[in-house]
């Protein structure tokens, strides 16, 4: 059984004492969203940085990988201030697709965190190969376990040596899904050294991994609304 487990993802989940207040925020809004989503731009980037240095991972083609989002709800916006990883196997490959004991490991690191009084707004994961999308297995995780009508996916796709393509996916009013594509694509990063940081440490795969074939990327930005 292989886990990604660089640096980065390793310490994914930021102490709760340590967010600050005062820290500044950010708002993600579509007329088709029923609430805002509100965010610390720094949880978004250290979950951006985890996913370009697994998606340099070399070899294979840059492995996906994924998480629960943490913060709080009102009736009109979410709030994301927290993460911590999903731990997947990657039974399949390197794309983002959980196997039976992934879903088992997931069901309990979601029951580990309400008991521990932490609200779970929603998940991430990343897409190497497809766009900013929920695919049909992205949608069973999410039906399956983000099951409340205000819990969110974010999907993060990284780009050789320009900004990862992000959006965001929700329940609609009517309690459907747009899938195909977010409704309000949006940038995180650039060109930086500490991308090309990650690059260089991103560490050597083995176990199951050894003889999986790198897949052929895409790198096309979905079609703008």
């Not at 977010?182 to 991994?209: C, I, V, W």
Request: include cysteine; hydrophobic fraction near 40%.
């Amino acid at each position: 059984t292989f886990f990604y487990n660089c640096p980065l993802f390793s310490k994914l989940e930021r102490p709760l004492n340590g967010t600050k207040l005062a820290e500044s925020m950010a708002t993600w809004t579509t007329s088709q969203c029923p609430f805002a989503i509100v965010y610390t731009p720094q949880v978004l980037e250290d979950i951006r940085m985890a996913v370009v240095s697994a998606f340099h991972a070399p070899s294979h083609g840059g492995l996906e990988i994924g998480g629960i989002l943490l913060g709080s709800h009102y009736a009109d916006r979410i709030s994301i201030t927290n993460y911590r990883p999903m731990l997947c196997e990657h039974a399949f490959g390197p794309t983002f697709q959980l196997s039976a004991d992934d879903h088992v490991r997931l069901t309990a690191a979601i029951a580990g965190a309400q008991a521990a009084g932490q609200t779970i707004v929603g998940w991430f994961h990343s897409h190497t190969r497809a766009g900013v999308l929920l695919s049909e297995a992205d949608l069973e995780i999410h039906n399956r376990h983000f099951v409340d009508p205000w819990q969110v996916a974010l999907v993060l796709k990284p780009v050789p040596l320009n900004p990862t393509l992000c959006g965001f996916f929700f329940r609609e009013a009517d309690g459907s899904i747009h899938s195909n594509e977010s409704y309000h694509e949006f940038e995180l990063g650039n060109r930086t050294a500490q991308d090309l940081q990650a690059k260089m440490g991103s560490p050597e795969l083995d176990g199951p991994f050894a003889n999986v074939p790198s897949a052929p990327q895409s790198h096309r930005r979905p079609r703008e609304n």
